[in-house]
C-alpha cells in the first residue's frame, strides 16, 4: 500500500515556475515507478511524465519536454515535478501516482494522491 499526497501548487505567470513533490508512505516507494498526469476542467486525466524506480529512466509527454522535469528521492520516499517555462495551458490539477508495471496510461498506476492545483496566468 501507497500513499501519496502531492503539494507545491499555486498560481503562477506564464514564463515562471514551480515544483510539486509527491510525499510518499510506505515500505516499498522505492520500488514503484511513480507517474505525474494533469487534468483540466472538462478534459480527461493527460499522462505528464513518469520515472522508473531506480530513476535512471523517464519519459514524458510531448506537450512538456525539455521544460518539465521529474526526480525522485527514495531515501526521502519523494517524487519532484519540476515546471519551468509554463504556459497558461499547463494550468490543471496535478496528480502523482504509483504503479508497479506503469507506462503512460492512468489505468496502469495502482495509487494516486488527491491532486494539487496549478493555475498559470497569461
Known amino acids: 500500500q501507497v500513499h501519496l499526497v502531492e503539494s507545491g501548487g499555486g498560481l503562477v505567470q506564464a514564463g515562471g515556475s514551480l515544483r510539486l513533490s509527491c510525499a510518499a508512505s510506505g515500505r516499498t516507494f522505492s520500488t514503484y515507478t511513480m507517474g505525474w498526469f494533469r487534468q483540466a476542467p472538462g478534459k480527461e486525466r493527460e499522462f505528464v511524465g513518469r520515472i522508473s524506480w531506480i530513476g535512471g529512466s523517464k519519459y514524458y509527454a510531448d506537450s512538456v519536454k525539455g521544460r518539465f522535469t521529474i526526480s525522485r528521492d527514495n531515501a526521502n520516499n519523494s517524487v519532484y515535478l519540476q515546471m519551468n517555462s509554463l504556459k497558461p495551458e499547463d494550468t490543471a490539477v496535478y496528480y502523482c501516482?504509483?504503479?508497479?508495471?506503469?507506462?503512460?496510461?492512468?489505468?496502469?498506476?495502482?495509487?494516486w494522491g488527491q491532486g494539487t492545483q496549478v493555475a498559470v496566468s497569461s
Open positions: 501516482a504509483a504503479g508497479t508495471s506503469a507506462g503512460a496510461t492512468a489505468a496502469s498506476y495502482d495509487y
